[in-house]
Nanobody
């Protein structure tokens, strides 16, 4: 079992940047594909970014060119660098993990992730 704890959220002005961190414990992240999802007030939780064990990444259209997902397997941490933030990026951001046999496995589907963090709030003011 892996436990995930997100941090790095906060209040930022439009155009600013934040870096979210997802620290894992209980298991090494080397065996897991990882992702970030987000849930805005009154909306369904949605995919933001994902990264495979081998480091390949995928992004929601809304995140392309502005967000970068990365992983530090030695540090057992996954990051989401968010630049050029917009008010519509305001949401609770969740880190998720899924055990991946293949190093190339990457997914944007929430139901495929087994472990979730508690979330970190990101608020972007206009």
């Amino acid at each position: 079992q892996v436990q995930l704890v997100e941090s790095g959220g906060g209040l930022v002005q439009a155009g600013g940047s934040l870096r979210l961190s997802c620290a894992a414990s209980g298991r090494t992240l080397r065996s897991y594909a990882m992702a970030w999802f987000r849930q805005a007030p009154g909306k369904e939780r949605e995919f933001a970014a994902a990264i495979s064990r081998s480091g390949n990444s995928a992004y929601a259209e809304s995140a392309k060119g502005r967000f970068t997902i990365s992983r530090d397997n030695a540090g057992n941490t996954v990051y989401l660098q968010m630049n050029s933030l917009k008010p519509e990026d305001t949401a609770v951001y969740y880190c998720a993990a899924r055990l991946a046999y293949y190093s190339s496995t990457i997914s944007s589907r929430q139901r495929e992730y087994d472990y979730w963090g508690q979330g970190t709030q990101v608020t972007v003011s206009s």
